[in-house]
């Protein structure tokens, strides 16, 4: 059974470094990516960006790019989402979630399996 | 792609059909278009992909339709566990995965 547990909440001051982690097990590694999704208090749910851990090749939604990273640490098959300076409106829930590999290594086109979320408050 | 959901809220009684729209400012791959089910403090679950193929462990009485830029989540007859919200999901062009705003099923 695919399973991912997230980090736990965090509570933060704007301009504060944070990485928040997601750990993968019960499937092989080669067999997925592995997304972030932001969603906002009481909003929706937007793709932030995508990781294959096997390799590292990461895709960015453009509305993310540069205001997040997102790495990989396959020997323990842990992904994280990074902020270098945290604003009060990154507060969100964050998911990780799973998509299977297709052809040719490319991501799949919907999320499988999901994490239960990190919580981060940012807040002066 | 822009994805648009309606109505923003439903409300129904148990027993009752639930549809759904989702609609694209383009046109979508079948095979790129996916529903999910999100309960309050819950993480999403994913229902239905390729637009009409049910996920592992989903009950029949959730089914999906469409093609192009118009496509339809069913719930035959609504379970008291089926009040939530429901997102459509595309895969494909820039950014890469968008999701719509979602529609709240809620009972009546």
């Known amino acids: 059974e695919v399973q991912l547990v997230q980090s736990g909440a965090e509570v933060k001051k704007p301009g504060d470094s944070l990485r928040i982690s997601c750990k993968g097990s019960g499937y092989t590694l080669t067999n997925y990516w592995i997304g972030w999704v932001r969603q906002m208090p009481g909003k929706g749910l937007e793709w932030m960006g995508i990781?294959?851990?096997?390799?590292?090749?990461?895709r960015y939604n453009p509305s993310f790019q540069g205001q997040v990273t997102i790495s990989a640490d396959k020997s323990i098959s842990t992904v994280y989402l990074q902020w270098s300076s945290l604003k009060a409106s990154d507060t969100a829930i964050y998911y990780c979630?799973?998509?299977?590999?297709?052809?040719?290594?490319?991501?799949?086109?919907?999320?499988?399996?999901w994490g239960q979320g990190t919580l981060v408050t940012v807040s002066s | 792609v822009v994805l648009t959901q309606s109505p923003g809220t439903l409300s129904l009684s148990p027993g009752e059909r639930a549809t759904l729209s989702c609609r694209a400012s383009?046109?979508?791959?079948?095979?790129?278009l996916a529903w999910y089910q999100q309960k309050p403090g819950q993480a999403p679950r994913l229902l239905i992909y390729?637009?009409?193929s049910r996920a592992t462990g989903i009950p029949g009485r959730f089914s999906g339709s469409g093609s192009g830029t118009d496509f339809t989540l069913t719930i035959s007859r609504l379970e008291p566990e089926d009040f939530a919200v429901y997102y459509c999901q595309q895969y494909g062009g820039s950014p890469g995965f968008t999701f719509g705003p979602g529609t709240k099923v809620d009972i009546k």
């Open positions: 383009q046109s979508v791959a079948s095979s790129y």
């Open positions: 390729a637009a009409s």
């Open positions: 990781i294959y851990p096997s390799d590292s090749d990461t």
């Open positions: 979630a799973t998509t299977k590999v297709r052809y040719s290594g490319r991501p799949g086109t919907h999320f499988d399996n």
